[in-house]
């Protein structure tokens, strides 16, 4: 289903400058010095894994560790430096819920207008219109515009569009955690039911209870590369156990300790 291959993602940290008056001062001053030379992130290094159609896939590792970049150049949002990605289905990325969103725009309008980035036709949209209004709770703020809306209502009603298809793959950055409460648990039944259905999924969480309770197999990241993939369970408690400072070996024996002093 998703085929990733020796994939590898660079940025340029150096910063472009404009053109002024106050830079060409500062560039005659600065005449004859030495100047840094440009430096580089690799946010992602050699990375491969293939998804199965069907799976649901953790990514973990710590902020920074290339989880969101990875699932935007799965998504097609950004092309990798090296390497390739082959999908095979068609894809509903949830990464940055809102971004497609012109705030200057009501509810009603930014509908139709995010309907059209994620490639929905405005007939679909006139069908699935009530869907998507009923299922974000927005009904009585369809005609304000999205500017006057907390960050948890935006959240609520690009969630409520972005999952009124049924796509063959998911890719999905934290978006069980938006919304109040009550909204949360409605995102977990409509991302469980996508999954009973037979959806693919790429799934970030830092919420490992999440991840262990969703995911077939976990891939952890760490600095960019993939530090252990496969088993859920395992790889989340190793993943743990790094976190809190200990070793598996040492969780081992800890463990026989305390079961011999019982």
């Given at each position: ?133 009923e299922f974000s709770e927005l009904r009585d703020f369809l005609d304000v515009p999205v500017k006057n809306f907390s960050s948890g209502m935006v959240a609520k009603l690009a969630f409520s569009i972005a999952t009124v298809v049924d796509p063959e793959i998911l890719i999905v950055d934290e978006i069980l955690s938006v919304g109040d409460i009550k909204f949360q648990e409605k995102s977990r039944n409509k991302m469980m039911e996508m999954i009973k259905g037979g959806t693919t999924v790429l799934y ?59």
């Amino acid at each position: 289903m998703i085929d990733i291959k020796n994939v590898a993602m660079k940025f340029d940290l150096g910063i472009e400058k404009n053109f002024s008056f106050k830079q060409l001062f500062i560039n005659i001053l600065s005449f004859g010095v030495k100047k840094k030379k440009k430096s580089y992130f690799w946010a992602l290094e050699d990375i491969t894994f293939h998804v199965n159609r069907g799976e649901v896939i953790g990514l973990i590792g710590s902020n920074g560790a290339g989880k969101s970049t990875l699932l935007k150049v799965v998504s097609g949002v950004m092309k990798p430096t090296k390497g390739k990605v082959q999908v095979n289905g068609t894809i509903a990325p949830m990464i940055e819920l809102g971004a497609g969103f012109d705030s200057e725009l009501t509810a009603r309008e930014n509908i139709y207008l995010n309907g059209a980035v994620l490639g929905y036709q405005k007939d679909f949209l006139d069908r699935k219109f009530d869907e998507i209004v009923e299922f974000s709770e927005l009904r009585d703020f369809l005609d304000v515009p999205v500017k006057n809306f907390s960050s948890g209502m935006v959240a609520k009603l690009a969630f409520s569009i972005a999952t009124v298809v049924d796509p063959e793959i998911l890719i999905v950055d934290e978006i069980l955690s938006v919304g109040d409460i009550k909204f949360q648990e409605k995102s977990r039944n409509k991302m469980m039911e996508m999954i009973k259905g037979g959806t693919t999924v790429l799934y970030v969480s830092h919420s490992l209870e999440s991840i262990e309770e969703l995911c077939n197999r976990v891939v952890w990241l760490d600095h960019g590369h993939i530090k252990m993939q496969g088993d859920t369970k395992e790889v989340c408690e190793a993943y743990y156990l790094e976190q809190m400072g200990e070793t598996m070996e040492e969780s081992n024996r800890r463990r026989k300790k305390e079961k011999k002093e019982k």
